[in-house]
């Protein structure tokens, strides 16, 4: 197995995305600050801190000069950050001295390369916006379709009540709602210009270095924070906890899927499940097996990045590269949880049939606490659910189902509403209306 599934022609297709990892490849990285670098010396020639002609043609340069990657790679070993090889090689590629020289004035490597990763994020979370709200509008048809198709609810793995395929949806893609809400405040804060020189003062471009870092971000769209920030890396830390909590919400449903499509249960179908090398009779779910996995990597690398929040002082290298190693795996996995959980809503088939099978297993147990509250109405509740519990002790030992076992001691009881699905259905639907107004 390679290091990085990024770059794996086996394992690419079950654990990397694409459209994110190529915002996490040194080509973008170095675009990105490039476009940064441009953007700089044209507000800087804008405002007269550098010539406008020099300006002009830094700012056209950064568009159009190619740097291999390869190049930096000798000096960000030495330096420990890729910018002062990049100037370089961009001051080089120029062959303009004259105009070369006012590249990257004032700056320091972290404001490049921070605000470089500013842009590139935006484009990441406007990609899983999109993909996020896809999926709940799949699982919003999906819930609203099977609203009422009853099936067991089971907790702690034990057959409890009746309830809903459609609840049972819904219970998957609420928490997609919040998330969603959570990332519009994300993306704002992450959005974020970085300028504040060598040690966070603006002191090389003088008193026009905050008005310089206003005009930066508006010409990136980003906001302007009104202070340096290298050493607060709380928006990155956040962003890491978003993305855990994200895939964690994602991996129950595979979970759950897990379960669902197990041997001896089946009440879901999975087009496209996998197959054995040996056993020719197996359907392996293992698209929902990758977003459990998924899930749990990145709640550990979730904690990796937080470690970079111990920041020291004015600026630290290891804080630093701590979030180089861990952000772009957990932002890969992220990608790769959401565009695989959009395929699998559409390719869930729920099996009606095994649902009533879970249902009515021949004991009637699931039942039991509507017997309960049925029977709380003629006697005291405590005294109601210890001969309910009884009755399904008897039906256990003795194979007897329980609504016979009350129908004998109660015959007065009202059973005609004890398979209720309560409010199963209309949560179901109420879910599809939030998501659906979401959209």
């Keep these: 197995m390679p290091a990085s599934i990024a770059d794996s022609a086996i394992y690419r297709d079950l654990f990397n995305d694409e459209e994110t990892a190529k915002l996490f490849t040194d080509s973008a990285e170095i675009r990105a600050m490039l476009l940064v670098e441009g953007a700089l010396a044209r507000v800087q020639g804008q405002i007269g801190l550098i010539p406008e002609t020099a300006a002009a043609f830094i700012d056209r340069a950064a568009r159009e000069v190619q740097i291999d990657p390869a190049e930096l790679a000798a000096e960000t070993a030495t330096n420990g950050v890729p910018v002062p090889g990049l100037v370089a090689a961009f001051r080089k590629a120029m062959q303009a001295p004259e105009h070369a020289q006012y590249v990257h004035w004032g700056a320091t490597s972290q404001d490049i390369a921070d605000t470089g990763l500013a842009l590139r994020l935006r484009r990441v979370t406007e990609i899983w916006d999109d993909r996020l709200r896809q999926i709940a509008q799949a699982l919003a048809d999906l819930a609203c379709k099977h609203a009422e198709l009853p099936m067991a609810a089971r907790t702690y793995g034990q057959i409890a009540t009746p309830t809903s395929f459609g609840a049972v949806v819904a219970g998957w893609g609420h928490p997609l709602l919040r998330h969603r809400a959570a990332l519009a405040r994300l ?253």
């Design 187 to 439: 993306r704002r804060d992450l959005a974020t210009v970085s300028l504040a020189g060598a040690a966070g003062t603006l002191a090389a471009m003088g008193p026009e270095g905050p008005a310089i870092r206003a005009a930066l971000a508006r010409e990136l769209d980003l906001s302007d924070p009104g202070h340096g920030w290298h050493a607060e890396r709380d928006r990155i830390g956040t962003f890491a906890a978003w993305m855990a909590g994200l895939c964690a919400s994602l991996g129950k449903m595979g979970e759950d899927l897990i379960l669902m499509a197990q041997s001896g249960i089946n009440e879901i179908r999975i087009a496209g499940a996998g197959g054995s090398s040996t056993m020719p009779q197996k359907q392996n779910p293992v698209g929902p097996s990758v977003l459990v996995a998924l899930a749990r990597q990145n709640i550990l690398l979730s904690a990796a990045v937080q470690n970079a929040g111990l920041h020291r002082q004015q600026r630290d290298g290891a804080a630093w590269f701590t979030e180089w190693l861990t952000l772009p795996p957990i932002c890969i996995a992220t990608g790769r949880a959401l565009a695989l959980a959009l395929e699998l809503a559409g390719r869930i088939a729920p099996d009606a049939g095994a649902m009533a099978r879970g249902l009515d297993d021949g004991t009637g147990l699931i039942h039991a606490e509507a017997y309960s509250f049925a029977l709380a109405r003629h006697m005291p509740r405590p005294v109601a659910q210890a001969r309910i519990k009884a009755l399904c002790a008897e039906a256990m030992n003795r194979g007897n189902p329980l609504p016979s076992l009350v129908a004998r001691d109660y015959p007065e009881l009202d059973l005609a509403h004890t398979d209720s699905l309560g409010s199963a259905p209309e949560e179901a639907r109420a879910f599809a209306r939030s998501a659906r107004s979401a959209d």
